[in-house]
C-alpha cells in the first residue's frame, strides 16, 4: 500500500487548495480513505473520510461546507478541495487509509497507511 500527497501550498485567508493522493496497492472498494491533519503543537485531526462499509463521506465540523473530498477508484487518486480557506487550516496534510474502515474513518488512530505529507499555509 502505497501514498503520495501533493498540493499542498500556501494561500491567502478566503482562498483554496486542491490537494491530490496518488494511491496504488489497495483497492477502494475494501479501503476507508481519509485526509488527517497536524498543525504545529497539535495532535493529528480527521479533516474528512469515506468509508468502506457504506462509501459515506465524512467531515470535521471545523471544515464542513468549506472542503470537499472525493476519489477517483479509476484513477486510485484523492481529492480534497479546500475552500474558504481560515488561518487555522494551517497544517501539514496526509491522505491514509485502512482496510474495512467504517464510521470511524475521522479518527487518525484507526489508519495502518500514511503518505506523506503536504503543507498547507494559510495566510490572513
Known amino acids: 500500500v502505497q501514498l503520495q500527497a501533493s498540493g499542498g501550498g500556501l494561500a491567502q485567508a478566503g482562498g483554496s487548495l486542491r490537494l491530490s493522493c496518488a494511491t496504488s496497492?489497495?483497492?477502494?472498494?475494501?479501503?476507508?480513505v481519509g485526509w488527517i491533519r497536524q498543525a504545529p503543537g497539535k495532535e493529528r485531526e480527521g479533516v474528512s473520510c469515506?468509508?468502506?462499509?457504506?462509501?459515506?463521506?465524512y467531515y470535521a465540523d471545523s471544515v464542513k461546507d468549506r472542503f470537499t473530498m472525493s476519489a477517483d477508484s479509476a484513477k486510485k487518486m484523492l481529492y480534497l478541495q479546500m475552500d474558504n480557506l481560515k488561518p487555522e487550516d494551517t497544517a501539514v496534510y496526509y491522505c491514509?487509509?485502512?482496510?474495512?474502515?467504517?464510521?470511524?474513518?475521522?479518527?487518525?488512530?484507526?489508519?495502518?497507511?500514511w503518505g506523506q505529507g503536504t503543507q498547507v499555509t494559510v495566510s490572513s
Open positions: 469515506i468509508s468502506a462499509t457504506d462509501y459515506t463521506t
Open positions: 496497492g489497495f483497492t477502494y472498494d475494501y479501503y476507508g
Open positions: 491514509a487509509t485502512a482496510p474495512y474502515l467504517g464510521n470511524r474513518c475521522l479518527d487518525p488512530h484507526e489508519y495502518d497507511s
